[in-house]
């Protein structure tokens, strides 16, 4: 199976890690609509999407607040390489509306056109 973020970062926030006890599971670890997006185990090739994830000890916001942050990330970089156009949000979402219509929605609620 493809490398997944937190086995890339070492964040020790999956399920069991480290960390996941003192600092909580991480939601890319645990979307489990996620799974399987570019082989990966729930969102761990789709982290850059996800809102709520906590990297170099920062927490994270939606796609749109941390995407600045995602393109200086070597894993970020990776799956770039590796996938083109298939890692894309509009890839991650259309993944999660065929798989689980809930999770699209609130996908597409945290990340959709702003509303102000």
Known sequence: ????CWE???CGRE???R???????CPAASLAAADGYLGGR??????AFVAGTFCEGIFQGTYRDKSKDCWD???YRMLRAEHG????MPAFALHL????RSAFEAFFAENGPRRD
């Open 1 to 4: 199976m493809p490398q997944n």
């Open 73 to 75: 990330c070597a894993f």
């Open 85 to 88: 156009a298939a890692f894309s």
């Open 97 to 100: 509306m065929r798989r689980d």
């Open 42 to 47: 729930n969102a761990g090739r789709a982290c």
């Open 19 to 25: 960390l996941a006890s003192d600092l909580g599971v």
């Open 15 to 17: 399920p069991g890690g």
């Open 8 to 10: 890339f970062r070492k």
